[in-house]
Every structure is written in C-alpha cells, then in structure tokens.
C-alpha cells in the first residue's frame, strides 16, 4: 500500500488546483479523510479476516462501490460543506478512488479489489513504480520505510504539486484578464 502520509496528497492537490471557492477548507478536511478510509480495514486482521477476503485489507473499502456509496453519504447530509451535491460527491469519490489506485501502482500485496462485490478479482496496474509500505508504524520507521517514502515523493508528491501550481497559476492568470 501506500503510506498514510501520502494518500492525501491527491485531495490537497485537487483543493489547491480548484481553490478554496469551489472546494471549501470542510471539504477539503473530508476528502484528505476520505483517501485514507480505505485503510480502516486492517482492522479486519485483529478479528482473523484474512487479507485476500473481499472483506480483507484491500477489498471492498477500496472499491469502486465503497467509494460511490460513501461519497453519496456524506453529498446528501452536505449543508455544512458549503458545495454544491455534485462537486462533494465528485471530490469525495475521487479522494477516496485515488486511494485504490496508488496501492494498486505499488510493488507489492495482493491487488485491490475495485470491483467487489461482482468480482473479487484483486488488481494491479501495469505500471507500479510506488515500493510497497511496510504495515504499522513501527515498521514504517525503518530503512524500508525510507525508500517506501523516496518513491512516494518522487510518483505522488512531486506530480501532486505540479497539479496544484497548476492550478494556482490558471486562477491567477484568470484573474488578472478579468482586472
């Protein structure tokens, strides 16, 4: 998987290409919650679900359907997020999609289950550049740790940033033909 620490970078850089007008710092703050929700499910290790169950580490919360049905959630309950119901629903639903997508780019696991309940099939992407973290903290903090997170800079951070300066220079460049 990916790390906790980079999950949100596709949230934060969706917030900052838009800007805070049409995604709210609230709806920011869920779709960065969002991109790690995902991973609640190692909790199914403590109750002996085994991680290639649909319901395993990488099965159904990181599905397609997980994704639609928690975004639907939290878009019909929206007064507080200052949005209108389609742009929570498509900033939640991509912040928590993307999550399945960098794990399915890592190097390691077994796939991520984007189609469960219809298919248990795990999948990987072609292109996997992202090294596999270690679970648990303790065993983040390592040397492995350190080229897990060396990877994760350089294939989510790096063009992360790229997308939020773009974005930040198109609204800047907008504004000032409009002055």
């Known amino acids: 998987m990916a790390t906790i620490f980079s999950h949100p970078a596709i949230p934060i850089s969706l917030f900052f290409f838009f800007g805070k007008k049409k995604i ?15 991973d609640f499910d190692v909790v ?13 580490h990488r ?6 359907l997980f994704a ?13 997020l200052k949005a209108s119901w389609l742009t929570i629903f498509l900033f939640l639903f991509v912040s928590a999609i993307s999550h399945g997508v960098l794990d399915a780019m890592t190097t390691g ?15 990987f992407f072609e292109y996997r550049p992202i090294r596999v973290s ?6 983040f903090f390592t ?21 939020s300066l773009v974005g930040i220079s198109i609204r800047r460049l907008i504004k000032k033909t409009e002055s």
């Open 44 to 56: 199914a290790f403590k109750f002996g679900i085994p991680y290639e169950s649909d319901w395993g």
């Open 24 to 38: 709210p710092v609230l709806l920011a703050v869920f779709g960065i919650f969002f991109s790690i929700l995902p």
């Open 109 to 123: 696991g077994l796939g991520v289950g984007f189609f469960i309940p219809w298919s248990s099939e795990r999948i």
């Open 59 to 64: 099965g159904f919360t990181h599905s397609i």
């Open 68 to 80: 639609l049905g928690m975004s639907c959630i939290v878009a019909f309950f929206r007064t507080k």
């Open 143 to 163: 040397e492995r740790g350190w080229v897990v997170f060396q990877s994760e800079l350089l294939y989510v951070w790096v063009p992360a940033i790229l997308v």
């Open 134 to 139: 270690p679970i648990g903290p303790r065993n």
